[in-house]
């Protein structure tokens, strides 16, 4: 079976700095991808960044980037320049490639606040 | 803008009675997914179909029934409605049957209260 953790609840972060979220997985798979999402409170699902198991880089777009480290089975999100629009619960999936279907399994989200 | 589209946006409804969820996948994807998020179960998988067949099952009550049809829109339906059943109800898409590394997307989802 395959989980996801994340430890935060909430974390309040300071606009224009940098954030880490937690996020720590559990699979048998050898072959996976984790993803993160954005759930503003519009209440929307806005995909961010996608890092497979066997990426040797580790994921950035824009100011998002993943560190990953694999032996830990850790994928923590690193959000720079914190702005105030990012302020949204932060979502950590995985998908096994089993032959299972497509399915993500999500986290529980961590909620983050940028003070301005 | 994902491309999904689900509609109602809102439904409320009682207990005991019967609601049809409606999902649009993004052009040119073949899986649809559904989802419910509520507070204290968080995101939970329900059920997937690719091309018109089920592919996935997670969580869903033997209440709940989909099914994805030849134009590939998808249809949750949700019968016997119980307080419990109150949560915002996700469809997603995806290209593939497995998917790979490729993100679902998904609608703005459909908030249903049972009162």
């Known amino acids: 079976a395959q989980k996801i953790t994340q430890t935060q609840p909430g974390m309040f972060v300071q606009e224009k700095e940098a954030v880490t979220l937690d996020c720590t997985y559990d699979t048998s798979d050898q072959s996976y991808g984790l993803f993160w999402y954005k759930q503003p409170s519009s209440g929307e699902m806005i995909f961010l960044i996608y890092q497979g198991s066997y990426d040797e880089q580790n994921a950035t777009e824009g100011r998002y980037s993943l560190n990953f480290q694999k032996a830990r089975k850790s994928a923590n999100l690193v959000i720079s320049a914190s702005q105030l629009g990012d302020s949204a619960m932060y979502f950590c999936?995985?998908?096994?490639?089993?032959?299972?279907?497509?399915?993500?399994?999500f986290g529980q989200g961590t909620e983050l606040s940028v003070k301005p | 803008d994902s491309g999904v589209t689900q509609t109602p946006k809102h439904l409320i409804t009682a207990t005991g009675q019967r609601v049809t969820l409606r999902c649009s996948p993004r052009?040119?994807?073949?899986?649809v997914y559904w989802y419910q998020q509520s507070l204290d179960q968080g995101l939970q998988f329900l059920i997937q179909y690719y091309n018109g067949e089920e592919r996935a099952k997670g969580n869903i009550l033997e209440r709940f029934s989909a099914q994805q049809f030849p134009d590939l829109h998808s249809e949750l339906n949700l019968s016997s409605l119980e307080l419990g059943d109150s949560a915002l109800y996700f469809c997603?898409?995806?290209?593939?049957?497995?998917?790979?590394?490729?993100?679902?997307?998904f609608g703005n989802g459909t908030r249903l209260t049972v009162t």
């Open positions: 999936a995985m998908r096994g490639w089993n032959n299972q279907g497509g399915k993500l399994i």
């Open positions: 997603a898409s995806s290209v593939g049957r497995e998917s790979g590394n490729s993100p679902l997307h």
């Open positions: 052009s040119g994807d073949l899986s």
